[in-house]
């Protein structure tokens, strides 16, 4: 935190406390960036997940280090508001931006079965467990304008089955040394959308393996 961040955020906090500003408000100035209630309500329930009344929504140490990986860190300590706020942000993002059903249906010019059969038991498409008002969703980073991203249901299947959406989205979307587009390292999916070659799975299935096993 620079000296300039570090006075907004006593700033903030002091305009909090006097009332001069929401909580939304005050964490808004604090991180750098919009929190809504919404936002905070996530954060919450990521909070009460890591308690002991619901120890299975909390993330497991290994998404917790491969998020750390990817910068979304807490320094090995339980989640601070902060990081939580971050990580609620984020799933927030996955789901604002993400596809239903039928949209994805009508992008692959595919009938409602198959895109079931797809997501359930050839897992070739990447859908969050849950479920909102719009059905269950599908993150936007496995699609192009025109069409899944070129091989990406090579690669999503071997994924461990039980990896945080989070993780997901950092594996697929973290830049990567062992992947470069114009010299630069490139994420899985910019390098599969750019210049991937079927010839290339087997270096993008490498390192998506060292990606999701901190080996």
Known sequence: MTVADDRRARVAAEQYATG???????????????VDRATVAGALEYLASLGALQPQGALSQHDTDLLDEAGFTDDGEPASLAVALGRAQSMSNLRRTALTATEVAELLT????????????????????????RGRLYPRVQFTETGMVPYLDQILPQLPADLHPLTINAVLTVPREDLTVGG???????FLTSTATEGDLPTVLEVVERATSLG
């Open 20 to 34: 001069a500003l929401s909580f939304e408000d005050a964490l808004t100035r604090t991180v750098g960036h919009p």
């Open 110 to 133: 595919v009938k409602a079965p198959r895109i079931r059969q797809l997501t359930s038991i050839e897992r070739k498409l990447w859908a969050l467990d849950d479920v909102d008002r």
């Open 184 to 190: 630069h390292p490139a994420s899985v999916v910019d």
